[in-house]
């Protein structure tokens, strides 16, 4: 059943992919699939974690950004081409999900994708993970990271690749990225910063992100890594459009929203998870909490407090970048 499930939402994506210049809606999906639509919602929102209607305006607007940037079409035509009815229109949902006009992102020249196309695992799913599963990262695992990356986009924005693949090599050399994989992919990562209790970069695969991944995650930090400690992060403002649930995902795993933030020029905010024992561990654990004087290399800076993909807990004032953002 699971096999099934992942071929019908593979089918359902390729046909976006080939239609991203039309209006699409779940009516047509499903019609072309010869599929019932009300079953389709149910499983494409669930093993992608987006409905079909916001994965294809995700990556409608994804694709008009490349244009904006990489081409001289007009901005009314580039409208068009996105499905969109009219320049205003256009305007108004590229402005909620970018933070930014279209001509003004134009100008900018610096295209990020809000959505890249999803590839899913064909294979079944594990159930049974848990934390001792998650392990930290070697240069081994920088491929399939990036690659889970790309797959977690909605998580963050404003995503520069080169910075990202540069700082997650100090990550992992600095014993400060955790991966979780189900045999030969990665299924999480989380880059998080000992000194200061900061998630700088969490993600999840769209399929195992309904499975409790990300409370794994937690876990790992709360009762091995980060004993005693608050954890922050940041992400979505609230009522931000391109949130695809991961401000609810949070609040519901017990954080609390704490200051509003702007990093890079995109609104966030912080977010803390309280610490689950304030006290010292136990009498008789000879584990040592990793960022120990011993751990740390000489010269290192521990980067500032980050949120969450969305994943950075800087603001404007902060010139060095974390790793990323959750997702």
Known sequence: MQGQTVRIVSQAIRYI??????????????????????????????????????????????????????????????????????????????????????????????????????????????????????????????????????????????????????????????????????????????????GTGSIDFLAVHPQYRHLGITKLFLDKLADELLYGKEITLTTYRAGDKADTGWREEYRRLGFAERELLVEYGYPTQRFVLPPKNKEEPPFGDTSMPFGSKEEIPQGYTSMPENTGRKGETRNDRNTEKPVGREL
């Not at 047509?28 to 699939?33: C, G, I, R």
């Not at 990489?70 to 402005?95: C, N, V, W």
């Not at 920088?142 to 998580?155: F, N, P, Q, R, Y």
Request: aromatic residues 10%; negative net charge; glycine residues 2%.
């Open 17 to 194: 992919e080939e239609h991203l210049h039309e209006k699409m809606d779940l009516d047509m999906v499903a019609s072309a699939l010869h599929y019932s639509k009300y079953h389709l919602h149910r499983i494409f929102t669930k093993t992608v974690g987006l409905t079909i209607h916001d994965y294809a305006k995700r990556r409608q607007l994804t694709e008009a950004a490349k244009l904006l940037v990489f081409s001289a079409k007009p901005i009314i035509e580039i409208a068009l081409m996105s499905g969109y009815e009219s320049q205003q229109a256009f305007t108004d949902i590229f402005k909620a999900m970018y933070k930014t006009s279209p001509a003004e992102f134009r100008e900018t020249e610096n295209f990020y994708p809000l959505q890249l196309e999803i590839y899913l695992k064909e294979e079944l799913v594990k159930m049974d993970l848990t934390k001792d599963n998650i392990k930290f990262a070697t240069p081994e695992d920088a491929d399939d990271w990036m690659e889970l990356v790309s797959l977690t986009i909605d998580g963050y924005p404003c995503l520069d690749k080169e910075d990202y693949a540069a700082n997650l090599h100090r990550y992992i050399a600095d014993k400060k990225a955790l991966i979780l994989r189900d045999d030969d992919m990665a299924i999480g990562v989380m880059g998080f910063s000992q």
